[in-house]
C-alpha cells in the first residue's frame, strides 16, 4: 500500500498569514495514464470531509483561489496564501493512483 | 443539487452485521463508482471499498476482505455496505462519497453526512 506522510501534523497560524502543509507518498504517485492522482481534502469540525484540490493543482467547484496545491511524483504541497477564520480545521491529502486508497494522517489548521 | 444520505448504522454487538445504505440524488448514479470512507472517533481517513459505476469491479481495504460487501442498485440510486462479522476496531463513522468524472477521475468529489457504527457489546 502507498503510505502517505504529511507535516506538520498541527499548524497554528495568524489570520491573514500564509500557510503549508507538506504531503509525501512512499512511491511515485503518477499513473500509467500519465494522471498523478493526488487530491487534497479539508474537514471542518462536525463537518464531513470536501474535496478542495484534484490531481495536485485544481481547486474544485467553489473553492477559494487563496488555496492551491503543487508538487510532482512523490513530494506535494498545499498553500493558503491568507487564512481565514473559515478554514482551521483538519486537511488530508489523498492517492488515488492505486488501490487502496490511501489517506494522510491529518494535518490540523488552527488559529494562533 | 448532489446529495448523498447514509442510513443503518447504530450498535451492534461484535461478531454482528448491519447493513449501511446510502441514498443518492442530483447526478446520474449509473455513471458514477462510489466508495465508502470510514472515520474512527477522533481519527483520521480510513478508505473502506469502491464499486465501479456498474457493479462489475469491487475494491477493499485488506482488514474488511471477507468480511464487508460493497454493491449497488442503480435502479434506486442506493450504494449499500454489507458488513458482517464486525469488531470493535471497525467503530467508526461510515461516508459514501461519490467517485468523479473524466477531469474529476479518481477524486472523491461529493460526500455524505456520514452514519455512526458502534461495535460494542
Known amino acids: 500500500d502507498i503510505v502517505m506522510t504529511q507535516t506538520p501534523l498541527s499548524s497554528p497560524v495568524t489570520l491573514g498569514q500564509p500557510a503549508s502543509i507538506s504531503c509525501r507518498s512512499s512511491?511515485?504517485?503518477?499513473?500509467?495514464?500519465?494522471?498523478?492522482?493526488l487530491n487534497w481534502l479539508q474537514q471542518r469540525p462536525g463537518q464531513p470531509p470536501r474535496l478542495l484540490i484534484y490531481k495536485i493543482s485544481n481547486r474544485f467547484s467553489g473553492v477559494p483561489d487563496r488555496f492551491s496545491g503543487s508538487g510532482a511524483g512523490t513530494d506535494f504541497t498545499l498553500k493558503i496564501s491568507r487564512v481565514e477564520a473559515e478554514d482551521v480545521g483538519v486537511y488530508y491529502c489523498t492517492q488515488a493512483t492505486q488501490f487502496p486508497h490511501t489517506f494522510g494522517q491529518g494535518t490540523k489548521l488552527e488559529i494562533k | 443539487q448532489v446529495q448523498l444520505v447514509e442510513s443503518g448504522g447504530g450498535v451492534v454487538q461484535p461478531g454482528g452485521s448491519l447493513r449501511l445504505s446510502c441514498a443518492a440524488s442530483?447526478?446520474?448514479?449509473?455513471?458514477?463508482?462510489m466508495h465508502w470512507v470510514r472515520q474512527a472517533p477522533g481519527n483520521g481517513l480510513e478508505w473502506v471499498a469502491f464499486i465501479r459505476n456498474d457493479g462489475t469491479n469491487q475494491y477493499y481495504t485488506d482488514s474488511v476482505k471477507g468480511r464487508f460487501t460493497i454493491s449497488r442498485d442503480n435502479s434506486r440510486t442506493t450504494l449499500y455496505l454489507q458488513m458482517n462479522s464486525l469488531r470493535p476496531e471497525d467503530t467508526a463513522v461510515y461516508y459514501c462519497?461519490?467517485?468523479?468524472?473524466?477531469?474529476?477521475?479518481?477524486?472523491?468529489?461529493?460526500w455524505g453526512q456520514g452514519t455512526l457504527v458502534t461495535v460494542s457489546s
Open positions: 442530483g447526478f446520474t448514479f449509473s455513471t458514477h463508482g
Open positions: 512511491q511515485s504517485l503518477v499513473h500509467s495514464d500519465g494522471n498523478t492522482y
Open positions: 462519497a461519490k467517485n468523479g468524472q473524466q477531469l474529476l477521475r479518481g477524486s472523491l468529489d461529493y
